[in-house]
């Protein structure tokens, strides 16, 4: 069984920073893909940022200059740094792999860590 679990979330005032991350556990043999997604309350869930295995990534504009997002394959282990935060940033961020566990390719999602950013 594969486990997505984030940490780092949490208040902060606008104009602050937060870093987030999720390390993935389990039986896995391999990780493709890996981003974040967000949910804004009454909103649907809207991508953040990915990261492939080559360090390619891509951001959603809203959060292009503000946000990156890395992994460490040795940990597997991905990052999301949130600079320069807004209230429009406030929501809950979920962490997304692909991953290869002891069957086949999966989609995975963790929890998600709520984030809050005040005015």
């Known amino acids: 069984q594969v486990q997505l679990v984030e940490s780092g979330g949490g208040l902060v005032q606008a104009g602050g920073s937060l870093r987030l991350s999720c390390a993935a556990s389990?039986?896995?043999?391999?990780?493709?893909?890996m981003g974040w997604y967000r949910q804004a309350p009454g909103q649907q869930r809207e991508l953040v940022a990915t990261?492939?295995?080559?360090?390619?990534?891509n951001y959603a504009d809203s959060v292009k200059g503000r946000f990156t997002i890395s992994r460490d394959n040795a940990k597997n282990t991905v990052y999301l740094q949130m600079n320069s935060l807004k209230p429009e940033d406030t929501g809950v961020y979920y962490c997304?792999?692909?991953?290869?566990?002891?069957?086949?390719?999966?989609?995975?999602w963790g929890q998600g860590t709520q984030v809050t950013v005040s005015s």
């Open positions: 997304n792999a692909r991953i290869h566990d002891s069957t086949w390719w999966k989609n995975y």
């Open positions: 389990g039986t896995i043999f391999s990780i493709n893909a």
């Open positions: 990261i492939d295995t080559g360090g390619i990534t």
